[in-house]
């Protein structure tokens, strides 16, 4: 391992010079700077920040719990979050916790132990893990800001996606288009956490739900939306407007009307959840819910950095994003 040291003696100067430059301290001149930059950067030098942490220093880590990566949703915000926390100078370590609790309670601990400098928490559905998340904040004075979270928690930082307001938008407009009979296809792990909305989305604009249209698949993704959908042909009952729980689900629906010689929009209108990057490259493109996700992921980090550079800042921040709705082809 190459040490400051190793720099000092190659560049001709002190240790402590060596570290002044490395800290873009303003007492030592811009070309002894470069020059001690070069060396570093010719050694292959790399920062110790588990020593720079015991010293006090930042350790420049931010853990990023996540609950899945096989969602291009998902997939999207890890992207975003990453370039923002980089551009700042910092990096981000990764858990995915596949929705459950006791992993999502691991990936806490590991962050704790990793010294990470703050903690940005998505779609936290578990409640149990917030006093895990109280425990991280009052022992180890390490902030924390929830992305996606479903419920408004008190005390807690967080910034969400408005996904009621988007999902009565996506009812509103096929109503408009004459649709009164609404389907509503998911899997068991979204099922809790959209379905309500869709209630709540048919009742504002006085439907009722039929709980012969609904259909909760076992599997996920677009198997998932691919057996629900066979299941719901299958009970001979005919929504005209399907609503899906996210945009794979939509999908995989899609496949079966097709394979059973229906036609999109003419028999079903279906709408998906989440603007996925296949949404606008199917055979027909499909219609969605688009949630600004890069907005959220930059708000969240800096919110998250902001509380990192001052600790004393206990005001509690509580962001709302609307999402849009993106017309295509399949309504």
Known sequence: MITLKDIALKA???VSTVSRALNKNSDISGTTRESILRIAA???YRPNYAAQTLAGKASKLVGVLIPDIRSGYFD?????????LTAQGYSPILAITDFDLKREIEALELF???????ILVSLPTNAGILRHI???RATYHIPV???ESLTH??????VMVDDAFGMTAAVEYLKGKGHTDFGFLTDETNYPIRFPMFRAALESNGLAVN??????????FEKGGYLAMKALLASGTRPTALLAGYDSIAIGAMRVIYEAGLRIPEDFAIVGNDNIPEASFLYQCLTTIAPPVRELARMGTELLLEKIGDPENKVVHNIRLRPELIIRETT
């Open 134 to 136: 109280d425990e991280v």
């Open 112 to 118: 704790c132990n990793r010294q990470v400098d703050g």
């Open 76 to 84: 999207t915000i890890i992207g975003f979050l990453e370039e923002f």
């Open 145 to 147: 800001v929830l992305l």
């Open 12 to 14: 001709g100067v002190n």
């Open 153 to 158: 928690w008190d005390n807690y930082d967080d």
């Open 42 to 44: 010719e050694l292959g």
């Open 211 to 220: 709980e012969d249209f609904v259909r909760v698949s076992t599997e996920r």
